[in-house]
């Protein structure tokens, strides 16, 4: 691919993004005004969903900036996920990817199949939940 097409790309996935963030800001409100806790857990599902295709975007943005050298792309995305302990961006991003893949398992089981979650299985799911009420209220003060 040659610098432009790279550019082009990364571009093209920062729209992608966008959409998707104009999505979980919508998302983010439902989920504040939803009071009934079984109704609110497809709305934190969706919230988790478009959090982990942002992260795939970017992954694919990352892995393309990458293996074709393009640096200012690099540097962006660095940004948005700073090295932390010699780990690469892209390990960051699928660290992320990998959080959000686990929290998204806790969140469809309890959707499915709530008699099947264990003890320990709804404690996460409380944290998980605290969790994404919280993003929800960033994602309420800001403007997109």
């Known amino acids: 691919m040659s610098l432009e097409m790279v550019r082009a790309l990364y571009h093209d996935i920062l729209r992608k993004i966008l ?14 005004i939803q009071k009934s806790e079984r109704e609110r857990l497809p709305l ?5 969903q478009a959090d982990l295709s942002k992260h795939r975007l970017l992954e694919q943005a990352a892995v393309s900036a990458m293996q074709n050298h393009v640096d200012e792309v690099l540097e962006h995305i660095g940004q948005l996920y700073p090295s932390r302990g010699g780990i690469s961006q892209i390990e960051c991003i699928r660290g992320e990817s990998a959080r959000c893949e686990k929290m998204l398992v806790l969140v469809c089981k309890e959707i499915k199949h709530p008699k099947t979650c264990t003890f320990f299985e709804r404690r996460v799911l409380n944290d998980i939940k605290r969790f994404v009420i919280d993003q929800a209220r960033e994602y309420a003060r800001t403007d997109l």
């Not at 934190?44 to 988790?48: A, E, N, P, Q, S």
């Open 44 to 48: 934190i599902r969706d919230f988790l």
């Open 19 to 32: 959409l998707l963030e104009v999505e979980k800001k919508a998302t983010s409100r439902r989920i504040l």
